[in-house]
């Protein structure tokens, strides 16, 4: 059993505590035996494939639905310390966001290092496994999804005269 206290709704401030709500719930978590998570923002219905999620993920994404529904191109800058669960929260949400607005563009993600490329991957495939596994319990099809790393030819071509 676990508890956490989160803000609900995109301009609701009230906080409330979770102990494993039902799926449908405003935020809710499944049982233990079940790695998933649904969450409400105001509407949009964001898979998240853990059991849990840290209230300042929660708050990121609702960050990022409002950077999104203002109209502005979804333009934003946010900051979390290492280790808080951006990069799945990110994915999460708009992931969600353009299963939900067919109109919205691409996500274009850059990262600093070739390793962190990889951590973008792992968790894109973590997210896309379980929108997947979802769909199929719910028989529909699952959104195509397309995840590509770009890097310097130093750093991924194997050319001996292009990659110097």
Partial sequence: MWKSR???GIEKEKLVEIDRLPLGSSLAASPPSAVNMEV?????????PFPFM???QYEYMVALKRALDSGRGGHC???MPTGTGKTVALLSLIMAYQAKHKDVGKLIYCTR???EMGQVMEELREVVKYRTECAAKAGVKPDAVLGVC??????????PQIST
């Fill in 6 to 8: 989160v803000r609900v």
């Fill in 150 to 159: 770009l890097s310097s030819r130093r750093n991924m071509c194997i050319h």
């Fill in 113 to 115: 290092t070739v390793p």
């Fill in 40 to 48: 409400d923002l105001d509407g949009l219905k964001v898979l998240f």
């Fill in 54 to 56: 840290y209230n300042e």
């Fill in 77 to 79: 800058l946010l900051e």
